[in-house]
């Protein structure tokens, strides 16, 4: 295009010379006693060496710059009187728009009188490089940042949308500020410089708040402990050891998309009466706001020990150790399963992810069920069975075989206890498998650790479980022993491919104190 300009500024000055001197021959004639007439210098670009015309009513010189800022002279004859206007009176050309040629041009009555300098150029105030220049940051302007400005209002719309939001779902989550300041100066009444955890547990059974202890007190006690160290890691969040007044506690921190994990462990422990040796003892929830992120804590007793899974892998267990472990955690389950009438009353609850990672083992070696996030309750009265609202879902390796299949009818409460007497008659194997018989115990295995791959799919299970109804498989050692062989007929019992066959949580608890009965070497003491 620039090309184009160049070339059109020389054709239209040769058309012009063209033109003049064809008029200038034609008007001759007719002039030519009228008006004076001069030979002139002659040249077009290397004006050096110039030739002559003659004939010229005035001589002239021109000076022009194309758009690219390529500067030419010229001289010559003009002949023909009426483009004496054109070419002398319009003196110099100074084009508005950037990137357009600029000429001046001088006329002069006499021989050989264009002989002088040419005229000088006023350059036009923006070069073609700073008008390219200026052009690209206009461009610039136009394309990146006015759409990275949008962008960014966009942006901190979105932002101050969801920080809209999350207040809005902070507010609704928890109470209100000067209820809170209610609750503290309760909160002070029932925390003496020497009280202790005991203290507050005994207060929140007192209190009438189900479990746990009433809710804005729990949020104060929160905000009192200090996070020492990550103790576990579930899918759920992480469980942190805490201290509060010099006792130990722990924080489990749900991640905010799991907030229906959080919120229906809090449910369940805090509506249900669920205080009970064998159940994880619940202090109390929180949830607050760090940098605009929702912090979900559930604060429970804190177990030296950690989970039954990590027990396991740790040492073997001798058969009172192994007794103790199954008829603790056996009793855990019954209280749950079991709905309990009157005013300490409790509806029926199935846990939906029975296993070793969710059992904690207590310093004498009795158990407590922990983690209710996928909890169902039912209560027989009103015969609703309660699911709660979460998309989680149990744990695939102890998914009985009817949860595989996608057979469980999901109101009928039963379906949910047999799948949990399933999970736990794995949990059994998982237990005998480290007993001491002789001095020997098999390595910790997790239950179908020689059919599936460490994190297996549903449909790895589904094979395993359903098509090929494998089971974990009996060690031939336990044979020989007496307490482990009914152990292994008992929780063939438990997992039995049909759900109605399987024992429940009571007949399995009996079972265990019959079988420790019958050995000798267990002495229960608890
Ligand atoms: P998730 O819902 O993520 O599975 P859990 O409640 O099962 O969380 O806890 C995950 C792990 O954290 C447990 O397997 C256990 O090792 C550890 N843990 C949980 N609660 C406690 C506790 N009260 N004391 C000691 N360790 C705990
Ligand atoms: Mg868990």
């Known amino acids: 295009m620039r090309t184009d300009t160049f070339w059109s500024w020389t054709i239209c000055i040769f058309v012009f010379i063209v033109l003049s001197n064809y008029s200038n021959t034609v008007h001759a004639v007719i002039n030519s006693k009228n008006v004076s007439r001069y030979t002139c210098y002659n040249c077009d670009g290397n004006c050096d060496k110039p030739s002559t015309c003659d004939n010229a009513i005035v001589c002239y010189s021109y000076s022009v710059i194309d758009a ?8 010559g004859c003009l002949d023909k009187k009426d483009l004496q206007y054109f070419m002398c009176k319009a003196k110099e050309y100074i084009p508005e728009k950037p990137n357009t040629g600029q000429y001046s041009g001088v006329c002069c009555n006499g021989d050989y009188c264009n002989n002088g300098s040419f005229p000088v150029l006023t350059p036009h105030t923006s070069s073609p490089e700073s008008d390219a220049a200026s052009d690209s940051v206009v461009k610039i302007l136009q394309f990146i940042i006015a759409p990275i400005l949008v962008l960014f209002l966009i942006l901190a719309a979105v932002v101050f949308i969801l920080r809209h939001f999350h207040k809005r779902r902070m507010a609704s989550l928890v109470s209100h500020n000067d209820l809170e300041n209610i609750y503290q100066d309760e ?27 009433p809710l804005l007190i729990q949020r104060t006690l ?9 103790i576990g890691k579930g899918r759920y969040g992480e469980v942190w050891k805490g201290i509060w007044q010099s006792e130990s506690v722990a924080v489990k921190i749900f991640f905010s998309r799991d907030e229906a994990s959080w919120a229906r462990e809090t449910e369940i422990y805090s509506t249900m009466m669920l205080r009970h040796d064998n159940i994880l003892g ?37 058969a009172q150790e192994m007794m103790t472990i199954v008829i603790s955690a056996a009793s ?25 990672k969710n059992i904690l083992v207590k310093d004498n070696r009795t158990c407590v069920i922990a983690d209710f996030g996928l909890a169902v309750t039912h209560t027989q009265t009103t015969g609703s069975t309660d699911v709660g609202e979460n998309y989680r879902v149990g744990t695939k390796r102890y998914m009985a075989p009817e949860v595989l299949e996608e057979k469980i009818n999901p109101s009928v409460f039963e379906s949910y206890r ?9 949990v059994l194997w998982e237990v005998c498998l480290r007993c001491l018989t002789g001095g020997i115990a098999e390595e910790y295995r997790p239950p179908f650790h020689d059919c599936v791959p460490s994190d297996p799919s549903f449909e790895d299970m589904r094979k395993v479980v359903c098509v090929d109804q494998q089971r974990p498989v009996i060690p031939n050692r336990w044979s020989s022993d007496m307490t482990l062989t009914s152990m292994a007929k008992l929780m063939k019992e438990c997992w039995n491919h049909n759900p109605s066959a399987r024992l429940t949580s009571l007949r399995v608890k009996k079972t265990l104190a019959k079988i420790a009965a019958a050995d000798p070497k267990i002495h229960l003491d608890f």
């Not at 909160?187 to 202890?213: A, E, H, R």
Request: proline share 2%; hydrophobic share 35%.
């Open 187 to 213: 909160f002070k009444g029932v925390v003496t410089d020497d009280s202790n955890l005991k203290d507050i547990f005994d207060y929140s059974v007192t209190s009438g708040s189900g479990s746990g202890l």
């Open 332 to 356: 855990g389950i019954v209280h749950l399963h079991t709905e309990m009438f009157g005013t300490d009353g409790k509806p029926a609850i199935a846990h939906r992810d029975i296993k070793s």
């Open 282 to 318: 619940y202090m109390g929830s929180d949830v607050t706001s760090v940098n605009s992120c929702t912090q979900l804590w559930l604060i429970t007793n804190y177990i030296e020990n950690g989970s039954l899974y990590d027990y396991l892998n740790d040492r073997p267990l001798t």
């Open 418 to 426: 047999r799948a949990d007497m399933y999970a736990f008659g794995l």
């Open 222 to 230: 929160a905000r009192q402990i200090t996070l020492v160290q990550c």
């Open 68 to 75: 690219y800022g390529f500067a030419s002279f010229q001289r």
